[in-house]
């Protein structure tokens, strides 16, 4: 798998750019080498043929003075100079596939004749057999001249054909340097333009991220993510920078969102606010109320002025959004009992509560006396005959069932349709709406996600009922 | 826009030119260190190791011939693991007497010049051991010598054969012997024996001339013949130089057809007279095969102490 990485592009891209510079260097550093050898070993050769001539020419020259007047001082030359040329001549004699390489074994067998005549004229000479080196003499002459004839054609030849090698050599190693410094152009030009592609590739897409960067900071991330193909590091950027953007749209959206339930939370609040009433004025006036009522054995208005002032302390002190169920139910047992002093022959209550669960439930606050509320002032509106409200409490299986039902002239459909459309999310909350509406909104707040949390079954002229359901393990809404 | 869009694609396009003008130079490149190998090959033929080493001991006359006898012999390098060196004997006799002590293991000889001197001259070889082959003209024959090249009875009678295609009954033969070319100047008599064997009652007369190594020695002896031996109507040359020579002053005398000429050898010139109906016939020698033989002989006296003392190598008639 080829790795996208600038890091290693790069890498691959300078390591063949070097790696071919390198090898056209190499190739004419290894050129210019074998030229050196070439010279060298012209030179070796040539340096070593003229040692041999000297050397040759070191013998013959006392050995015509030992064979004139016996010196022992050219003897002495002459033994030492047959012995340097012995050590001078290789052992070896391969015979090799080259002209060149004959002549030279040539000479050297040449020159052993030499030295092998050198030693028989010097016997000779001991032994004073005149005619024999005289003419033994004659024939090393001729052999040492043919053996500088056969050095001076082997330097002549060897240097016409080093000529030529090195002509040619330097007609091709031109060529060849020429060629180098065009592949090198040519390289250094192509390492550029990939060069230059590879920060194309990465700068095009940078500045595509600064214009992105641009909008996000003006607010709008409702952009498409950037697509982009070009090395993993700036890929792995973008990647990064798309979920940023996404990421932060997301948590913008969420804070708007709680943003909405805030204002709704406190048009509940304001909504609760309205809902009651000037609490310590109210409160006392009731106290005052039920001592003058005492005071006067009025009990009737006692019990009265006592309801209401347990109403009110329940509506007043209670400042949660969830109580206890029986708080709840004392609450409007308080409503219920001021209800029936009011309407003592035209209303009448029907409570059906399970005592057993009230302390094992929460519910919202204030949800059912605005129920029962509700149904007293709209229910019997143009109603002849005696009103019922029946109010059922009931839970089981954690299930919480408040039920308020009456046998008043019912609602309409489209009123119940219009009714239980939540507007938790909407703004623009009329501040007037109470009672019924109220506790809807109020369960659709805290249980969003629970769309029959109530339902509202009526027939015309034949009542109403109203059905509250709470799921006590689901929690509710209710964290701001 | 559309411009800057073909722009664009010029742009797009330098990085494919730039590579194809890239891979161009490293062929050039690579080119050029293939052709640089032919150093490093002449490095490696001169590493390479022979067992023997011979020489040839040739003139430098008749170019084609010898130049065949070369190739001939550098073949048989190979085949034989030697090393063959030629060396020059028109005017210098040096390097003969110098064989023995130039380790060299056997030579193969064109007796050329005086035969007694070269008889000597091997001799003188024999008593060192070094075995030597005489190339187209046996001057010794014993027990030490080997011959390779052509059977010179064998040329006589080629020159008969090629005689028979003149329409005359009988012939007035001149034959011009050369100096150039020993082998059949010394065997002279061998030669006229198979002419005879071949041409038998048809020859009315028979007459030789030698010319001597000027090469342009044929032209006089042809004017000789027109001027003063009218009677003789085939004229025989015995060397390829000779020949064109000849042909060249048979033409200037106007005698073309009157004097049918039979040359020696297979050179264009020779080709292309014989085309025109200048030349009757040429006799050819096979220089390869006795290249190749001499070189082969040698192995074999090197390496077995025995080789066929006669081989002949045959000739080839044109017409």
């Known amino acids: ?480 | 826009m559309n411009r800057k869009k073909s722009l664009g694609n010029i742009l797009k396009s330098i990085p494919f030119v730039f590579s194809f003008i890239t891979i161009a130079i490293l062929i050039f490149l690579i080119n050029i260190l293939l052709s640089s190998t032919d150093f490093l090959k002449e490095e490696s033929v001169s590493n390479i190791v022979r067992k023997s080493y011979y020489a040839f001991f040739i003139p430098t006359s008749d170019q084609a011939f010898f130049n065949g006898l070369k190739k001939g012999a550098m073949a048989a390098e190979e085949d034989f693991d030697c090393y063959v060196s030629f060396y020059s004997i028109d005017n210098n006799i040096m390097d003969l007497n110098m064989v023995p002590f130039l380790g060299i293991n056997g030579i193969a000889l064109y007796p050329l010049g005086k035969s007694s001197e070269i008889k000597d001259q091997i001799k003188f070889l024999e008593e060192y051991g070094i075995p030597v082959i005489q190339i187209e003209n046996e001057v010794l024959r014993d027990k030490n010598t080997f011959y390779v090249g052509t059977n010179n009875f064998e040329s006589g009678r080629a020159i008969g054969e090629i005689s028979k295609r003149t329409e005359k009954d009988l012939l007035n033969i001149q034959i011009i012997y050369s100096e150039k070319n020993p082998g059949l100047l010394s065997n002279k008599s061998i030669v006229e024996l198979g002419l005879k064997s071949s041409l038998g009652d048809k020859i009315n007369k028979l007459d030789y001339t030698i010319t001597s190594l000027n090469p342009l020695d044929a032209e006089r002896i042809v004017y000789e013949i027109v001027k003063n031996s009218p009677e003789v109507d085939l004229i025989v040359l015995t060397d390829p130089n000779d020949s064109l020579v000849a042909v060249q002053a048979i033409i200037d005398s106007n005698m073309v057809g009157e004097i049918q000429i039979i040359s020696f050898g297979d050179s264009d010139e020779i080709l292309n007279y014989m085309d025109k109906g200048v030349i009757l016939g040429s006799i050819v020698r096979n220089p390869y095969e006795i290249g190749y033989n001499a070189v082969k002989s040698l192995y074999e006296i090197e390496n077995t102490g025995f080789t066929s003392s006669y081989l002949d190598t045959g000739i080839k008639t044109l017409w």
């Open chain 1, 1 to 480: 798998m080829v790795n996208n990485s600038l890091k290693s592009r790069l890498f691959y891209t300078f390591t063949i750019s070097i790696l071919l510079t390198l090898s056209s260097f190499s190739f004419s550093l290894i050129n210019t080498i074998r030229l050196q050898k070439i010279a060298d070993d012209r030179f070796n050769d040539e340096q070593y043929f003229i040692s041999l001539q000297t050397t040759i020419t070191d013998i013959q020259n006392p050995l015509k003075s030992y064979l004139r007047i016996f010196s022992t001082s050219a003897l002495s030359d002459l033994l030492t100079n047959m012995e340097k040329l012995q050590g001078m001549l290789p052992s070896d004699r391969t015979i090799y596939n080259s002209d060149h390489e004959i002549k030279k074994r040539e000479i050297y067998f040449l020159i052993d004749k030499y030295i092998a005549s050198c030693k028989i004229i010097m016997n000779q000479k001991r032994g004073r057999k005149v005619n024999e080196y005289s003419k033994g003499y004659e024939e090393l002459t001729i052999l040492y001249n043919y053996i500088s004839n056969k050095i001076d054609i082997l330097s002549l030849e060897g240097f016409r054909n080093q000529l030529v090698k090195y002509n040619n050599f330097l007609k091709l190693y031109r060529g060849l340097q020429l060629y180098s410094i065009f592949f090198i152009l040519l390289i250094v030009s192509v390492s550029f333009l990939v060069l230059l592609n590879r920060i194309n590739s990465i700068s095009h897409p940078l500045t595509q991220l600064s214009l992105m960067t641009e909008q996000i900071s003006d607010g709008y991330f409702d952009m498409p993510d950037l697509e982009i193909h070009s090395v993993d590091e700036i890929n792995m950027v973008a990647m990064g920078f798309n979920n940023m953007k996404n990421g932060v749209r997301h948590y913008i959206s969420e804070i708007n969102r709680k943003n909405d339930l805030e204002k709704v939370l406190k048009r509940m609040e304001l909504y609760t606010m309205q809902a009651q009433m000037n609490p310590h004025f109210l409160f006392n006036t009731i106290n005052t109320g039920l001592q003058l009522a005492i005071v006067e054995d009025a009990e009737k208005t006692a019990e009265y002025m006592e309801n209401l002032a347990s109403l009110l302390r329940y509506n007043l002190r209670e400042k949660r959004f969830f109580v206890p169920l029986r708080k709840e139910y004392t609450g409007l047992v308080s409503y219920i009992n001021l209800l029936k002093i009011r309407f003592p022959k035209s209303l009448n209550f029907d409570i059906d509560v399970n005592e057993s669960i009230l302390d094992d439930f929460e519910c919202p606050a204030m949800l059912l006396q605005p129920l029962v509320e509700n149904t007293v002032i709209h229910a019997f509106k143009e109603h002849d005959g005696l009103g019922t409200v029946r109010i059922t409490i009931d839970g089981k299986d954690k299930i919480l069932k408040l039920i308020v039902e009456d046998n008043g002239i019912g609602i309409p459909q489209d009123v119940i349709d219009n009714l239980l459309v939540s507007h938790v999310h909407e703004y623009e909350i009329n501040s007037k709406v109470m009672g019924l509406e109220n506790v809807i909104q109020r369960c659709f707040f805290f249980y969003p996600d629970q769309k029959d949390i109530i339902k509202i079954i009526s027939s015309q002229g034949r009542g109403t009922r109203i059905i509250i359901t709470i799921d006590s393990e689901i929690e509710p809404c209710i964290e701001l």
